[in-house]
Every structure is written in structure tokens, then in C-alpha cells.
């Protein structure tokens, strides 16, 4: 069955507390030339099959329950095929 993966971020002008923690690590562990970290949300809907209409449903959650539009913004939303099986 096919996945519909959204990403959502926040926004670039908001602080981001657990990048910060994460950036603040990775520097005391020595790694070097990461200027910053940015911590998102993905969420990966399975559906039945991948139509206009279940795209602009996906679309409608994206904005009005994954993400807060106040403080987040749906980056992408990417179709993802399904996977074939061995």
C-alpha cells in the first residue's frame, strides 16, 4: 500500500530548544562543522490508493492537525510508493 509521508518544521524565526540540545551535544562530542540542528515531525499516512481527493484530505489534516500553524510549517508531502515484498 502506498505511504504519503509529511514533514512538518518549525518555523525558521522560532527557537527550536531540542536542536539546540542536539547541536549542544554533537559539539561536546567532538563533531565538527555542523552549524546548527533542527528537530521536525513525519508522519506516514498508508492509504488504499493515492487519489486528488485523498491527497487534498492529507493536505487538509497536514495543516489542521499535524501541524500548528502557529508556531509550524507543512514542509513537504511526499508520495511514497509502495514497498514490494521478497
Known amino acids: 500500500m502506498p505511504v504519503i509521508v509529511v514533514e512538518v518544521m518549525p ?4 527557537l527550536d530548544p531540542q536542536g539546540k540540545a542536539v547541536a549542544g551535544a554533537l559539539h561536546r ?3 565538527s562543522g555542523i552549524a546548527g540542528v533542527r528537530i521536525g515531525k513525519r508522519f506516514e499516512v498508508t492509504v488504499d490508493e493515492v487519489t486528488d481527493a485523498v491527497l487534498a484530505e492529507i493536505t487538509r489534516l497536514a ?3 499535524f501541524s500548528n500553524s502557529v508556531i509550524e510549517d507543512v ?3 511526499v508520495v ?3 514497498p514490494t515484498r521478497a
Do not use: F
Not at 11 to 14: M, N, W
Open 80 to 82: 511514497e510508493p509502495s
Open 63 to 65: 495543516d489542521d492537525m
Open 29 to 31: 562530542l567532538g563533531k
Open 75 to 77: 514542509v513537504s508531502i
Open 11 to 14: 518555523k525558521p524565526e522560532l
